[in-house]
């Protein structure tokens, strides 16, 4: 082995990168982007979880307990709370907000609170009872609520005192989940986003270097039905590697699943289907494979560490947020998890179906026209 061919060889490479801007600045921002993205989504806690508060306390307010409770609450920023109620009818109501996924959450605080803690302080009873109506849907957020409001109660009566008052959780959906529960639906959304966008933008790169795609434009086949032609496989492709994850799921770990696996299978479908079209769409914008790699993380990391898949919006950072819900596997793993875990219909997830859907019909007419400008 000779030193100066090795170095040629070196030379000749570099000097083919310094050609290619397009790779240079990939090679320097791709990375800047990452950390920027991780350490954001990292370094975030969670916060403006929405709940409700349904205080039914009679004791007078110079010697409310709940009161106290409630001002501890309204100081921290991980609950936001929406609403304060005061009326019987008040927990029924706030009930079925959390059943909806309108709110995540109702603290609720009975009649005889205040006096039931001066019992309990006193051992004359058991302690006090904090109501705490909550989506189990998301391990994260159950647990980071039970853990404000054990904050609260602590700042009240003390760290060392023995704790008058308890805190009962009632879980209106994932009564018997676990994390893998919530986890499986944000699999098999990403897997098949991953699947179907490297899938398309690699081969239509590839067909058009290789001439393929122009052959295909010299028939009398039209832009939309190679488009349509190309979203139908990919999408099948992605739906059948979902099929493998839930029989995988179900089989190897009994993942929850209460609603109907179909419904869940046709918003993955939907969801592949639109990420095909975005491939082919940012294919166009790629001479070789290699630049068509570089769409990847570009795509990949913000849609994995920005849509819910492995923690709650709540706990990204506020400054990207907003970004969340441009990102359509968002709505793809919402729909997952409201279907899988709280076993809703159709009439429960049509506003994630319908984004989906929109997502799906602009990339796929985006791509039918640049093919039609390409021909």
């Not at 529960?181 to 179907?196: E, Y």
């Not at 570089?294 to 849509?307: D, K």
């Not at 596997?329 to 049509?350: C, K, P």
Request: aromatic letters at 8%; charged letters at 15%.
């Amino acid at each position: 082995m000779r030193l100066n061919r090795v170095l040629a060889i070196a030379k000749k490479n570099l000097r083919s990168l310094k050609h290619d801007r397009r790779t240079v600045g990939f090679l320097v921002l791709m990375p800047l982007l990452m950390i920027t993205i991780f350490g954001y989504t990292f370094g975030g806690t969670i916060q403006n979880v929405s709940v409700y508060i349904v205080n039914l306390d009679q004791a007078p307010s110079n010697s409310s307990v709940s009161e106290k409770i409630i001002a501890s609450l309204e100081s921290t920023d991980t609950l936001h709370i929406v609403k304060m109620l005061t009326t019987p009818d008040g927990v029924g109501a706030a009930a079925e907000e959390v059943k909806d996924a309108h709110i995540w959450a109702a603290i609720v605080f009975n009649e005889t609170f205040s006096a039931d803690v001066l019992a309990a302080s006193r051992s004359l009873g058991p302690p006090a009872s904090i109501q705490l109506i909550i989506d189990g849907t998301n391990p994260n957020i159950v647990s980071a609520v039970t853990g404000e409001l054990q904050t609260a109660i602590r700042s009240v009566i003390g760290s060392g005192a023995a704790a008058p008052m308890s805190v009962a959780p009632d879980l209106v959906y994932g009564k018997d989940a676990r994390f893998i529960d919530f986890f499986a639906p944000g699999v098999m959304g990403l897997a098949a986003m991953m699947v179907t966008f490297m899938l398309s933008i690699i081969s239509f790169v590839h067909e058009r270097s290789g001439s393929t795609l122009d052959r295909l434009l010299s028939t009398p086949v039209t832009e939309g039905e190679i488009v349509a032609g190309y979203a139908l496989a990919f999408g099948f492709v992605g739906l059948i590697q979902s099929c493998v994850i839930i029989s995988a799921a179900i089989l190897l770990f009994n993942v929850m699943i209460v609603g109907n696996v179909l419904l869940a299978l046709l918003v993955v479908f939907v969801l592949g289907v639109g990420n095909q079209g975005l491939g082919f769409m940012l294919s166009s914008f790629a001479k070789n494979e290699f630049q068509a790699i570089q769409f990847l993380p570009l795509i990949l990391f913000p849609s994995i560490l920005l849509s819910g898949v492995f923690w709650p919006l709540e706990a990204v950072p506020t400054l990207l947020r907003p970004v969340s819900y441009f990102i359509p596997l968002t709505y793809a793993v919402e729909g997952l998890r409201s279907v899988m875990i709280r076993g809703w219909s159709i009439d429960g997830i049509w506003v994630q179906l319908v984004v989906l859907l929109g997502f799906a019909v602009a990339m796929l007419l985006l791509s039918a026209l640049g093919l039609k400008r390409r021909r």
